[in-house]
């Protein structure tokens, strides 16, 4: 064997060094994105402002501080997960951020994003917003397609994107700070929508001898099935023409809404989550836009 086989043949078993972490807060979320980097071995800092929630996390290897102040100036990644925009400042004023990379996944506005990074830049650290599609039992489990936003710092997230990427997915969505929060408040705002519509469905059918689990995959096939049609409203927002690929018309549409209205009153059934869409859709056909598809409602909603 020649000295060039050998070479070849030698794997370089030296380990990875893990990122070191600084959280702060430990509430359900908190506690499920320690966990997460715990498991796969990077160093880890907690502070919460109960300190018996972090107890826990000593025993799977987290270092807990006596102070945020302390825990900001273990690591230069530091990420904060807590309860709104104002635990934030209340957290984080007067401390040294210096040099710091400040990951921000508290659930706030856009506006409050832009103006929490905006912030962290004059004390000096560099400032990523996360926005996270995901609830605590699907953090650190890849199959259950949880991810996170993130905007802000493009280079902040290029350069700790495999660590944020431990406990969940990661997309990042541009440079605007308030991105973040903005997809993830439109996500689950189509979300609740649904949800609506949802209930609406299972109201309807409520004094009705039909059993609620034989509706459900039933609804569910039907939400699958009418999901796509997202794509079609974009195309149509995009070029502005919404009589592009129209498959039921909007005139046609507003002339079946009496129906459902009627069937609700029969059923013993409050219109209150259709009425407002049906409303705008009568706006819209009242406009002399009968070809549309429903995108034109979109525009009746924007001030």
């Not at 000096?124 to 993130?150: H, K, N, Q, T, W």
């Not at 990042?172 to 993830?184: I, K």
């Not at 519509?197 to 509706?215: C, N, Q, T, V, Y």
Request: with cysteine; aromatic share 6%.
């Amino acid at each position: 064997m020649t000295q060039n086989t050998v070479e070849q043949n030698t794997v370089d078993k030296t380990p990875v060094e893990k990122t070191p972490v600084t959280l702060l807060g430990l509430g359900a979320m908190g506690t499920a994105l320690a966990r997460a980097w715990l498991a796969v071995g990077h160093p880890l800092t907690v502070w919460n402002r109960t300190p018996s929630r972090a107890a826990a996390l000593v025993a799977e290897g987290a270092n807990v501080a006596a102070s945020a102040a302390a825990a900001v100036a273990a690591n230069p990644l530091v990420v904060v997960c807590l309860l709104d925009d104002a635990s934030v400042g209340e957290a984080l004023t007067g401390i040294d951020l210096t040099g710091r990379d400040l990951v921000n996944l508290t659930t706030s506005t856009p506006a409050q994003a832009r103006a929490r990074a905006e912030w962290a830049r004059a004390q000096g650290a560099r400032c990523l917003d996360g926005g996270i599609m995901a609830v605590p039992p699907m953090i650190g489990v890849p199959e259950s397609g949880g991810y996170v936003f993130y905007s802000g710092a493009q280079e902040v997230f290029e350069q700790y994107q495999s660590t944020l990427g431990v406990p969940a997915g990661t997309t990042y969505v541009g440079q605007d700070a308030g991105f973040a929060a903005l997809h993830d408040v439109a996500l689950l705002s189509a979300m609740y929508g649904m949800f609506a519509g949802a209930a609406h469905a299972f109201a309807l059918i409520r004094k009705e001898d039909i059993d609620p689990a034989s509706l459900a995959p039933l609804l569910a096939d039907w939400l699958v099935a009418m999901a796509p049609a997202v794509h079609r409203t974009a195309d149509q927002l995009r070029g502005g023409d919404y009589t592009k690929g129209v498959v039921s018309n909007l005139a046609m549409q507003v002339a079946g809404t009496p129906t459902f209205l009627s069937t609700a009153e029969e059923q013993g059934v409050s219109p209150e989550l259709l009425s407002p869409y049906f409303e705008l859709m009568r706006r819209r056909l009242a406009e002399g836009s009968g070809e549309e598809d429903l995108t034109g409602v979109i525009d009746l909603l924007v001030r």
